[in-house]
């Protein structure tokens, strides 16, 4: 079984920076890829950015493209998420995600969440 846990969350202002990190435990840890979601108040959770665990190709969503990048340290079995110039709508509760099979667009592993609020 894989546990995610991740980190790093809280409270900054608009403009302002964050590292969210997240670190698997567990059973051999080989992941085909990485990625964060997030889901704000009374909306649906979405896809942030992903990487290949092997290799590491990277995707982001338009809305954060520029401003976030996902990293990961596979000695650490960590994945990163920095965020700068950050908005009121980044506002909301990210999530680490591991998808195990390279076909289909399930992820299969999902953390407990870490807050991240934006002030204006």
């Known amino acids: 079984q894989v546990q995610l846990v991740e980190s790093g969350g809280g409270l900054v202002q608009a403009g302002g920076s964050l590292r969210l990190s997240c670190a698997a435990s567990?059973?051999?840890?080989?992941?085909?890829?990485m990625g964060w979601f997030r889901q704000a108040p009374g909306k649906e959770r979405e896809f942030v950015a992903a990487i290949n665990w092997s290799g590491g190709s990277t995707y982001y969503s338009d809305s954060v493209k520029g401003r976030f990048t996902i990293s990961r340290d596979n000695a650490k079995n960590t994945v990163y998420l920095q965020m700068n110039s950050l908005k009121s709508e980044d506002t909301a509760v990210y999530y680490c995600a591991a998808k195990t099979l390279r076909v289909g667009l399930t992820y299969d592993y999902w953390g407990q969440g870490t807050q991240v609020t934006v002030s204006s």
């Open positions: 567990g059973r051999t840890f080989s992941p085909f890829r």
